[in-house]
Nanobody, 124 residues
């Protein structure tokens, strides 16, 4: 069974840093792009970051570019989201997603598999 499990969320002060992890299993996941999305209560899901299978291509949502970094370790079958200079508006549930044969789109409808999410709360 395909599973994506996020971890690393929690409570952090504004200006602080958090690293999220997403461990995936169930498929080989070759040529699978991975992405991070987030959703705050009452708001639509927002693209955060994506990375190609090789890691050679990344892209970021405008609101996080320059602060967040996505990376992956295919040996560990894990994708990471390093979040620096956190702001209260970054508070959301963060979801890991997989897009087989994708390049790392910012469109959530192109992702086939999703994790359960991990809560990140940034206090002022």
């Amino acid at each position: 069974q395909v599973q994506l499990v996020e971890s690393g969320g929690g409570l952090v002060q504004a200006g602080g840093s958090v690293r999220l992890s997403c461990k995936y299993s169930g498929l080989t996941f070759r040529s699978t792009a991975m992405g991070w999305f987030r959703q705050a209560p009452g708001k639509e899901r927002e693209f955060v970051a994506a990375i190609s299978w090789s890691g050679g291509t990344t892209n970021y949502g405008d609101s996080v570019k320059g602060r967040f970094t996505i990376s992956r370790d295919n040996t560990k079958r894990t994708v990471y989201l390093q979040m620096n200079s956190l702001k209260p508006e970054d508070t959301a549930v963060y979801y890991c997603a997989a897009d087989p044969d994708g390049l790392g789109s910012g469109e959530f409808r192109q992702y086939d598999y999703w994790g359960q999410g991990t809560q990140v709360t940034v206090s002022s």
